[in-house]
Protein backbone atom coordinates (compact mmCIF):
# COMPACT_ATOMS: atom_id res chain seq x y z
CA UNK A 1 0.00 0.00 0.00
CA UNK A 2 0.98 3.55 -0.92
CA UNK A 3 1.46 6.28 1.35
CA UNK A 4 -1.09 8.15 -0.06
CA UNK A 5 -3.68 5.07 -0.61
CA UNK A 6 -2.94 4.47 3.75
CA UNK A 7 -3.76 8.20 3.55
CA UNK A 8 -7.18 7.28 1.42
CA UNK A 9 -7.73 4.54 3.79
CA UNK A 10 -7.22 6.81 6.85
CA UNK A 11 -9.86 9.55 5.44
CA UNK A 12 -12.23 7.02 4.61
CA UNK A 13 -12.08 5.87 8.64
CA UNK A 14 -12.10 9.46 9.90
CA UNK A 15 -16.05 9.76 9.04
CA UNK A 16 -17.29 6.05 9.47
CA UNK A 17 -15.91 5.88 13.33
CA UNK A 18 -15.07 7.83 16.35
CA UNK A 19 -11.89 8.83 17.57
CA UNK A 20 -10.47 5.66 19.79
CA UNK A 21 -10.16 7.80 22.81
CA UNK A 22 -13.80 9.30 22.68
CA UNK A 23 -15.01 9.32 26.12
CA UNK A 24 -18.74 9.25 27.86
CA UNK A 25 -20.77 9.27 25.03
CA UNK A 26 -19.56 6.87 22.20
CA UNK A 27 -21.48 8.58 19.26
CA UNK A 28 -20.36 12.58 19.88
CA UNK A 29 -17.46 13.24 17.91
CA UNK A 30 -14.35 14.31 19.74
CA UNK A 31 -13.28 17.63 18.64
CA UNK A 32 -9.88 18.87 20.06
CA UNK A 33 -10.34 22.81 19.55
CA UNK A 34 -6.54 23.44 20.72
CA UNK A 35 -5.26 21.72 17.32
CA UNK A 36 -4.28 23.26 14.57
CA UNK A 37 -6.10 22.29 11.70
CA UNK A 38 -3.70 20.39 9.55
CA UNK A 39 -5.13 20.77 6.12
CA UNK A 40 -3.75 23.19 3.68
CA UNK A 41 -4.89 26.50 2.54
CA UNK A 42 -6.08 26.40 -1.23
CA UNK A 43 -3.94 28.89 -3.09
CA UNK A 44 -4.49 29.89 -6.91
CA UNK A 45 -1.48 28.28 -8.91
CA UNK A 46 1.29 30.83 -9.46
CA UNK A 47 1.13 32.96 -12.87
CA UNK A 48 3.63 33.22 -15.29
CA UNK A 49 5.28 36.72 -15.63
CA UNK A 50 4.46 38.64 -18.94
CA UNK A 51 8.15 39.43 -20.15
CA UNK A 52 7.19 42.31 -22.96
CA UNK A 53 5.79 45.08 -21.97
CA UNK A 54 4.35 45.65 -25.18
CA UNK A 55 0.36 45.96 -25.38
CA UNK A 56 -1.64 42.98 -27.25
CA UNK A 57 1.85 41.00 -26.54
CA UNK A 58 1.77 38.52 -23.74
CA UNK A 59 5.13 36.74 -23.74
CA UNK A 60 6.33 33.93 -21.15
CA UNK A 61 8.67 31.37 -20.72
CA UNK A 62 7.84 27.74 -19.63
CA UNK A 63 10.17 24.96 -18.78
CA UNK A 64 9.52 21.37 -18.84
CA UNK A 65 11.36 18.87 -16.16
CA UNK A 66 11.51 16.88 -13.75
CA UNK A 67 9.91 17.44 -10.31
CA UNK A 68 9.57 16.70 -6.97
CA UNK A 69 6.06 16.98 -5.93
CA UNK A 70 5.04 17.55 -2.29
CA UNK A 71 1.70 16.08 -1.33
CA UNK A 72 0.48 17.33 2.98
CA UNK A 73 -1.49 14.87 4.39
CA UNK A 74 -4.43 16.69 5.62
CA UNK A 75 -4.96 14.88 8.74
CA UNK A 76 -1.23 15.45 9.98
CA UNK A 77 -0.17 18.03 7.76
CA UNK A 78 3.15 16.00 7.04
CA UNK A 79 4.48 16.04 3.52
CA UNK A 80 5.39 13.02 1.24
CA UNK A 81 7.25 13.97 -1.85
CA UNK A 82 7.40 12.04 -5.24
CA UNK A 83 8.74 12.23 -8.21
CA UNK A 84 6.82 14.15 -10.97
CA UNK A 85 7.06 16.69 -14.06
CA UNK A 86 6.40 20.23 -14.21
CA UNK A 87 6.54 23.47 -16.21
CA UNK A 88 8.47 26.08 -14.08
CA UNK A 89 8.94 23.88 -11.12
CA UNK A 90 4.98 23.66 -9.94
CA UNK A 91 2.55 21.50 -10.61
CA UNK A 92 -0.30 22.57 -12.00
CA UNK A 93 2.18 24.99 -14.48
CA UNK A 94 1.86 28.61 -13.79
CA UNK A 95 -1.45 29.85 -15.18
CA UNK A 96 -0.86 31.86 -18.61
CA UNK A 97 -3.06 35.20 -18.39
CA UNK A 98 -4.00 37.37 -21.59
CA UNK A 99 -6.89 39.02 -23.16
CA UNK A 100 -9.01 38.95 -25.98
CA UNK A 101 -7.09 39.78 -29.05
CA UNK A 102 -3.67 39.80 -27.49
CA UNK A 103 -0.38 37.28 -29.33
CA UNK A 104 0.74 34.78 -26.80
CA UNK A 105 4.39 33.93 -27.18
CA UNK A 106 5.75 31.06 -25.11
CA UNK A 107 9.53 30.16 -25.22
CA UNK A 108 9.45 26.69 -24.17
CA UNK A 109 12.34 24.67 -23.09
CA UNK A 110 12.42 20.96 -22.82
CA UNK A 111 14.61 20.09 -20.03
CA UNK A 112 13.04 16.73 -19.54
CA UNK A 113 15.22 13.56 -21.06
CA UNK A 114 12.04 12.53 -23.38
CA UNK A 115 10.76 14.41 -26.38
CA UNK A 116 7.83 16.46 -25.76
CA UNK A 117 5.18 18.94 -27.16
CA UNK A 118 2.81 21.71 -25.67
CA UNK A 119 -0.80 21.55 -26.91
CA UNK A 120 -3.67 24.45 -26.38
CA UNK A 121 -6.67 22.37 -25.43
CA UNK A 122 -9.54 24.78 -26.58
CA UNK A 123 -7.91 27.34 -29.08
CA UNK A 124 -7.74 27.00 -32.49
CA UNK A 125 -4.37 28.36 -33.70
CA UNK A 126 -2.33 27.99 -36.70
CA UNK A 127 -1.26 24.05 -37.23
CA UNK A 128 2.33 24.31 -36.72
CA UNK A 129 1.73 25.84 -33.02
CA UNK A 130 -0.97 22.69 -32.76
CA UNK A 131 1.95 20.38 -30.42
CA UNK A 132 1.08 17.26 -32.08
CA UNK A 133 3.51 15.16 -33.99
CA UNK A 134 1.60 14.09 -36.90
CA UNK A 135 3.67 15.46 -39.62
CA UNK A 136 5.65 17.72 -37.04
CA UNK A 137 8.64 17.46 -34.91
CA UNK A 138 8.59 17.39 -31.20
CA UNK A 139 10.73 19.37 -28.84
CA UNK A 140 14.03 16.91 -28.60
CA UNK A 141 15.32 17.39 -24.48
CA UNK A 142 17.66 20.00 -24.40
CA UNK A 143 15.93 22.20 -27.26
CA UNK A 144 13.72 25.23 -27.61
CA UNK A 145 10.54 26.19 -29.79
CA UNK A 146 8.57 29.28 -29.66
CA UNK A 147 5.09 29.02 -29.59
CA UNK A 148 3.05 31.85 -31.07
CA UNK A 149 -0.73 32.18 -30.28
CA UNK A 150 -3.40 34.44 -31.68
CA UNK A 151 -5.95 34.56 -29.40
CA UNK A 152 -9.38 34.81 -31.19
CA UNK A 153 -11.78 33.86 -27.91
CA UNK A 154 -12.21 34.23 -24.08
CA UNK A 155 -12.38 31.41 -21.85
CA UNK A 156 -10.41 29.47 -19.56
CA UNK A 157 -8.41 26.62 -21.76
CA UNK A 158 -5.54 24.76 -20.94
CA UNK A 159 -2.20 23.08 -22.13
CA UNK A 160 -0.14 19.96 -21.80
CA UNK A 161 1.87 17.68 -24.06
CA UNK A 162 0.76 15.89 -26.62
CA UNK A 163 3.35 13.34 -27.04
CA UNK A 164 3.35 10.36 -24.95
CA UNK A 165 0.35 12.21 -23.50
CA UNK A 166 -1.29 9.43 -20.62
CA UNK A 167 2.58 9.57 -19.56
CA UNK A 168 3.63 12.43 -19.27
CA UNK A 169 0.06 14.50 -18.33
CA UNK A 170 0.00 12.13 -15.80
CA UNK A 171 3.45 13.00 -14.72
CA UNK A 172 2.43 16.54 -14.04
CA UNK A 173 2.44 18.77 -16.77
CA UNK A 174 -0.18 20.63 -17.22
CA UNK A 175 -1.47 24.37 -16.77
CA UNK A 176 -4.74 26.81 -17.40
CA UNK A 177 -4.59 29.71 -19.62
CA UNK A 178 -6.99 32.29 -19.30
CA UNK A 179 -8.04 34.76 -22.09
CA UNK A 180 -9.55 37.29 -20.33
CA UNK A 181 -13.42 38.76 -22.10
CA UNK A 182 -12.72 42.59 -21.55
CA UNK A 183 -16.60 42.69 -21.45
CA UNK A 184 -16.54 40.24 -18.00
CA UNK A 185 -17.72 42.36 -15.25
CA UNK A 186 -15.30 43.02 -11.92
CA UNK A 187 -15.52 39.83 -9.83
CA UNK A 188 -13.85 40.19 -5.93
CA UNK A 189 -12.21 36.83 -6.07
CA UNK A 190 -11.29 34.37 -8.82
CA UNK A 191 -10.25 30.65 -7.96
CA UNK A 192 -7.98 28.63 -10.42
CA UNK A 193 -8.39 24.70 -9.47
CA UNK A 194 -7.01 22.15 -11.54
CA UNK A 195 -8.47 18.88 -10.39
CA UNK A 196 -6.39 15.58 -10.71
CA UNK A 197 -6.56 12.22 -9.63
CA UNK A 198 -3.59 10.48 -7.66
CA UNK A 199 -3.84 7.11 -7.19
CA UNK A 200 -0.66 5.09 -6.19
CA UNK A 201 1.67 8.04 -7.42
CA UNK A 202 4.61 6.36 -5.87
CA UNK A 203 3.99 3.51 -8.75
CA UNK A 204 2.39 5.76 -11.30
CA UNK A 205 4.92 8.91 -11.28
CA UNK A 206 8.66 7.41 -11.72
CA UNK A 207 11.06 9.67 -12.65
CA UNK A 208 12.19 9.92 -16.72
CA UNK A 209 9.20 8.90 -18.71
CA UNK A 210 8.62 5.25 -17.11
CA UNK A 211 5.02 4.10 -18.30
CA UNK A 212 1.97 4.65 -16.25
CA UNK A 213 -0.96 3.71 -18.01
CA UNK A 214 -2.84 2.29 -15.37
CA UNK A 215 -2.88 5.39 -13.92
CA UNK A 216 -6.04 7.34 -12.32
CA UNK A 217 -8.23 5.21 -14.85
CA UNK A 218 -11.62 5.99 -13.15
CA UNK A 219 -11.76 8.78 -10.34
CA UNK A 220 -14.13 6.50 -8.10
CA UNK A 221 -10.73 5.04 -6.49
CA UNK A 222 -8.49 8.17 -7.38
CA UNK A 223 -7.25 10.01 -4.74
CA UNK A 224 -7.94 13.74 -5.74
CA UNK A 225 -6.30 16.72 -5.49
CA UNK A 226 -6.97 20.62 -6.11
CA UNK A 227 -4.24 22.47 -7.46
CA UNK A 228 -1.85 19.43 -5.88
CA UNK A 229 -3.31 19.81 -2.42
CA UNK A 230 -5.64 16.68 -0.70
CA UNK A 231 -8.65 18.41 1.07
CA UNK A 232 -7.86 22.06 1.15
CA UNK A 233 -9.37 24.80 3.41
CA UNK A 234 -10.36 27.83 0.55
CA UNK A 235 -11.19 30.91 1.95
CA UNK A 236 -13.59 33.18 0.83
CA UNK A 237 -15.46 36.63 2.59
CA UNK A 238 -19.29 36.95 2.75
CA UNK A 239 -20.89 38.78 0.24
CA UNK A 240 -18.03 38.73 -2.72
CA UNK A 241 -18.64 37.36 -6.01
CA UNK A 242 -16.49 34.70 -6.90
CA UNK A 243 -15.67 33.20 -10.31
CA UNK A 244 -14.62 30.05 -9.91
CA UNK A 245 -12.72 28.01 -13.25
CA UNK A 246 -12.31 24.82 -12.52
CA UNK A 247 -10.14 22.42 -15.01
CA UNK A 248 -10.45 18.51 -14.81
CA UNK A 249 -6.72 17.71 -15.72
CA UNK A 250 -6.73 14.35 -14.85
CA UNK A 251 -6.15 10.81 -17.46
CA UNK A 252 -9.37 9.64 -16.92
CA UNK A 253 -11.05 10.46 -13.69
CA UNK A 254 -14.33 11.99 -14.22
CA UNK A 255 -15.81 14.54 -11.22
CA UNK A 256 -19.33 14.69 -10.68
CA UNK A 257 -19.62 17.55 -8.27
CA UNK A 258 -22.04 19.33 -6.32
CA UNK A 259 -22.30 21.80 -3.21
CA UNK A 260 -24.75 23.46 -0.59
CA UNK A 261 -26.90 26.20 -2.90
CA UNK A 262 -26.08 24.20 -6.08
CA UNK A 263 -24.09 24.97 -9.01
CA UNK A 264 -24.22 28.11 -11.14
CA UNK A 265 -22.35 28.10 -14.44
CA UNK A 266 -21.24 30.78 -16.44
CA UNK A 267 -19.33 29.95 -18.43
CA UNK A 268 -17.97 26.38 -20.69
CA UNK A 269 -15.19 24.73 -22.97
CA UNK A 270 -15.31 28.32 -25.48
CA UNK A 271 -16.25 30.92 -22.77
CA UNK A 272 -19.37 32.59 -21.49
CA UNK A 273 -22.28 30.45 -22.19
CA UNK A 274 -25.78 31.96 -23.83
CA UNK A 275 -26.87 32.29 -20.03
CA UNK A 276 -27.14 31.01 -16.36
CA UNK A 277 -26.62 27.45 -16.11
CA UNK A 278 -28.17 26.12 -12.75
CA UNK A 279 -28.15 22.59 -11.36
CA UNK A 280 -27.94 20.03 -8.54
CA UNK A 281 -24.38 19.58 -9.94
CA UNK A 282 -21.73 19.06 -13.11
CA UNK A 283 -19.44 16.74 -14.52
CA UNK A 284 -16.36 17.43 -15.76
CA UNK A 285 -15.29 14.80 -17.83
CA UNK A 286 -11.00 15.28 -18.39
CA UNK A 287 -10.44 17.86 -20.22
CA UNK A 288 -13.29 19.89 -19.57
CA UNK A 289 -13.47 23.20 -17.74
CA UNK A 290 -16.14 24.99 -16.18
CA UNK A 291 -16.88 28.38 -14.63
CA UNK A 292 -19.07 28.82 -11.30
CA UNK A 293 -19.52 31.47 -9.87
CA UNK A 294 -20.22 31.46 -5.96
CA UNK A 295 -21.57 33.90 -4.07
CA UNK A 296 -20.91 33.34 -0.28
CA UNK A 297 -22.71 34.26 2.44
CA UNK A 298 -23.65 33.28 6.15
CA UNK A 299 -21.99 29.66 5.82
CA UNK A 300 -19.56 28.08 4.30
CA UNK A 301 -20.08 24.90 2.75
CA UNK A 302 -17.91 21.52 1.01
CA UNK A 303 -17.59 20.55 -2.85
CA UNK A 304 -18.81 17.57 -2.83
CA UNK A 305 -17.19 14.78 -5.85
CA UNK A 306 -20.03 12.06 -5.97
CA UNK A 307 -19.14 8.62 -7.44
CA UNK A 308 -19.13 8.99 -11.42
CA UNK A 309 -17.39 6.34 -13.35
CA UNK A 310 -16.75 5.89 -16.82
CA UNK A 311 -18.01 2.70 -17.89
CA UNK A 312 -21.47 3.60 -17.02
CA UNK A 313 -22.32 7.26 -15.29
CA UNK A 314 -23.23 7.91 -11.84
CA UNK A 315 -22.12 5.31 -9.81
CA UNK A 316 -23.36 3.76 -6.30
CA UNK A 317 -21.52 5.14 -3.05
CA UNK A 318 -21.21 8.28 -1.07
CA UNK A 319 -19.76 11.14 -1.94
CA UNK A 320 -16.81 12.87 -0.99
CA UNK A 321 -15.60 16.12 -0.16
CA UNK A 322 -12.74 17.86 -2.24
CA UNK A 323 -12.10 20.88 -0.39
CA UNK A 324 -14.29 23.12 2.51
CA UNK A 325 -14.76 26.34 1.74
CA UNK A 326 -14.85 28.70 4.57
CA UNK A 327 -16.54 32.09 5.06
CA UNK A 328 -14.60 34.69 6.79
CA UNK A 329 -16.24 36.72 7.86
CA UNK A 330 -19.66 36.01 7.41
CA UNK A 331 -21.95 38.63 5.54
CA UNK A 332 -25.29 38.50 3.53
CA UNK A 333 -24.72 37.10 -0.07
CA UNK A 334 -24.04 39.63 -3.35
CA UNK A 335 -26.41 39.48 -6.31
CA UNK A 336 -25.37 37.99 -9.07
CA UNK A 337 -23.25 40.51 -11.56
CA UNK A 338 -24.16 40.82 -14.81
CA UNK A 339 -22.01 38.73 -17.22
CA UNK A 340 -22.23 39.81 -21.04
CA UNK A 341 -23.84 36.38 -21.91
CA UNK A 342 -23.43 35.85 -25.91
CA UNK A 343 -26.72 35.53 -27.73
CA UNK A 344 -25.57 32.32 -29.17
CA UNK A 345 -28.27 29.96 -31.22
CA UNK A 346 -27.42 26.54 -31.81
CA UNK A 347 -27.32 26.13 -36.01
CA UNK A 348 -29.88 24.57 -37.35
CA UNK A 349 -29.43 20.62 -38.53
CA UNK A 350 -29.08 20.23 -42.66
CA UNK A 351 -29.88 16.74 -41.70
CA UNK A 352 -26.85 15.27 -43.95
CA UNK A 353 -23.61 14.28 -41.81
CA UNK A 354 -20.42 15.03 -44.05
CA UNK A 355 -18.55 12.36 -41.57
CA UNK A 356 -18.97 10.13 -38.91
CA UNK A 357 -16.98 8.44 -36.65
CA UNK A 358 -18.08 5.46 -34.41
CA UNK A 359 -15.99 4.70 -31.43
CA UNK A 360 -15.76 1.03 -29.98
CA UNK A 361 -14.04 -1.16 -27.47
CA UNK A 362 -14.18 -3.60 -24.53
CA UNK A 363 -13.15 -2.05 -21.22
CA UNK A 364 -9.90 -3.58 -21.46
CA UNK A 365 -9.26 -2.45 -25.30
CA UNK A 366 -8.38 -2.27 -28.36
CA UNK A 367 -10.16 1.70 -28.47
CA UNK A 368 -10.60 2.27 -31.93
CA UNK A 369 -12.57 4.96 -34.32
CA UNK A 370 -14.05 3.53 -37.19
CA UNK A 371 -12.71 0.44 -37.09
CA UNK A 372 -9.14 1.86 -36.87
CA UNK A 373 -6.60 2.68 -34.38
CA UNK A 374 -4.07 5.32 -33.82
CA UNK A 375 -1.75 6.40 -36.57
CA UNK A 376 -3.12 3.86 -38.91
CA UNK A 377 -6.03 5.69 -39.88
CA UNK A 378 -8.26 7.16 -42.59
CA UNK A 379 -8.03 11.11 -43.10
CA UNK A 380 -10.87 12.60 -43.48
CA UNK A 381 -11.30 15.93 -45.75
CA UNK A 382 -12.51 19.30 -44.56
CA UNK A 383 -12.95 22.35 -46.40
CA UNK A 384 -11.40 25.30 -44.88
CA UNK A 385 -14.02 27.87 -43.56
CA UNK A 386 -17.54 25.91 -44.42
CA UNK A 387 -18.92 24.28 -42.16
CA UNK A 388 -19.20 20.51 -41.89
CA UNK A 389 -21.50 18.33 -40.05
CA UNK A 390 -20.02 15.09 -37.76
CA UNK A 391 -21.56 12.71 -36.00
CA UNK A 392 -19.74 10.77 -33.17
CA UNK A 393 -21.43 7.84 -32.05
CA UNK A 394 -20.22 5.62 -29.03
CA UNK A 395 -20.24 2.30 -29.01
CA UNK A 396 -17.91 0.77 -27.32
CA UNK A 397 -18.34 0.01 -23.05
CA UNK A 398 -17.36 3.54 -21.50
CA UNK A 399 -18.06 6.75 -21.65
CA UNK A 400 -15.56 9.03 -24.35
CA UNK A 401 -15.10 12.68 -24.12
CA UNK A 402 -15.01 13.34 -27.92
CA UNK A 403 -11.93 16.10 -28.37
CA UNK A 404 -11.18 17.99 -31.68
CA UNK A 405 -7.64 20.02 -32.12
CA UNK A 406 -7.89 23.40 -34.26
CA UNK A 407 -11.56 23.94 -34.27
CA UNK A 408 -14.80 24.04 -31.99
CA UNK A 409 -17.66 22.82 -32.71
CA UNK A 410 -21.34 23.84 -31.93
CA UNK A 411 -23.80 21.04 -30.65
CA UNK A 412 -26.86 20.12 -32.91
CA UNK A 413 -28.16 17.44 -31.41
CA UNK A 414 -27.55 14.72 -28.65
CA UNK A 415 -29.52 11.60 -29.33
CA UNK A 416 -31.65 13.10 -31.65
CA UNK A 417 -32.63 15.90 -29.16
CA UNK A 418 -31.09 19.65 -29.15
CA UNK A 419 -28.91 21.14 -26.53
CA UNK A 420 -30.37 22.27 -23.51
CA UNK A 421 -28.83 25.79 -24.38
CA UNK A 422 -26.30 26.60 -27.32
CA UNK A 423 -23.64 24.80 -26.89
CA UNK A 424 -19.92 25.69 -28.47
CA UNK A 425 -17.32 23.29 -26.84
CA UNK A 426 -14.50 21.44 -27.48
CA UNK A 427 -14.66 19.04 -25.73
CA UNK A 428 -17.78 16.97 -24.78
CA UNK A 429 -18.52 13.65 -23.11
CA UNK A 430 -20.22 10.76 -24.43
CA UNK A 431 -22.71 8.44 -22.94
CA UNK A 432 -22.52 5.14 -23.56
CA UNK A 433 -24.80 4.91 -26.73
CA UNK A 434 -24.80 8.51 -27.13
CA UNK A 435 -24.62 9.97 -30.73
CA UNK A 436 -23.84 13.23 -30.84
CA UNK A 437 -24.08 15.67 -34.07
CA UNK A 438 -22.06 18.92 -34.18
CA UNK A 439 -20.78 21.26 -37.00
CA UNK A 440 -17.59 22.90 -37.12
CA UNK A 441 -16.01 25.88 -39.74
CA UNK A 442 -12.27 25.52 -39.62
CA UNK A 443 -10.25 28.24 -39.49
CA UNK A 444 -6.95 27.28 -40.24
CA UNK A 445 -5.45 24.77 -42.72
CA UNK A 446 -3.52 21.69 -41.34
CA UNK A 447 -4.01 17.79 -39.75
CA UNK A 448 -6.08 18.17 -36.87
CA UNK A 449 -6.52 15.33 -34.11
CA UNK A 450 -9.66 14.37 -33.13
CA UNK A 451 -9.72 11.51 -30.23
CA UNK A 452 -11.25 10.19 -26.87
CA UNK A 453 -9.52 12.61 -24.01
CA UNK A 454 -9.45 9.57 -21.82
CA UNK A 455 -5.64 9.14 -22.18
CA UNK A 456 -4.98 5.60 -21.72
CA UNK A 457 -7.59 4.93 -24.87
CA UNK A 458 -6.12 7.98 -26.85
CA UNK A 459 -2.80 6.52 -26.83
CA UNK A 460 -4.29 2.88 -27.26
CA UNK A 461 -5.96 3.83 -30.58
CA UNK A 462 -8.89 6.19 -30.38
CA UNK A 463 -7.28 8.87 -32.41
CA UNK A 464 -7.79 10.10 -36.35
CA UNK A 465 -7.01 12.98 -38.18
CA UNK A 466 -9.43 15.16 -39.96
CA UNK A 467 -7.18 17.53 -42.73
CA UNK A 468 -7.98 20.92 -43.02
CA UNK A 469 -7.59 22.59 -47.08
CA UNK A 470 -8.78 25.19 -48.88
CU1 LIG B 1 -12.29 7.14 -24.41
Not at 54 to 60: I, P, Q, W
Not at 370 to 382: H, I, K, R, S, Y
Request: with cysteine.
Amino acid sequence: MTLLLALLALLACKDAAPPPDSEADDTAPVVDTEAPDPRPWFANPAEAEDLDPAEGVVRVALTAATHWQEVVDPLTGDAVSFQGYAYNGQTPGPTLRAKLGDTLIVEFTNDLTAATTIHWHGLAVPYEMDGVTWTLDPVEPGETFTYTLPLTRAGTFWYHPHLNTDQQVDNGLYGVLIVEDPADPPVDRELVMVLDDWAEPEVALPPHGADSDDHGVDGAEGLWAVNGLVSPRVAVEGGEVVRVRLLNAANGGYVDLGWDGGVRQIAGDQGLLPGLATGERVVLAPGDRVDVEWLPGEAGFEVLDHPYAHSGGPAVGEPRALMAVEVDPPAAPAGAPAWPFPADETPDDPGYTDHTYVFTGELEGPWLINGEAFPDVTVAQLPLGEPSILEVRNLSASEHPFHLHGMHFDVLSINGEPPLYPMLEDTFNLGIRDALRVRVVPEYPGFWMLHCHILPHADGGMMTVVEVSE
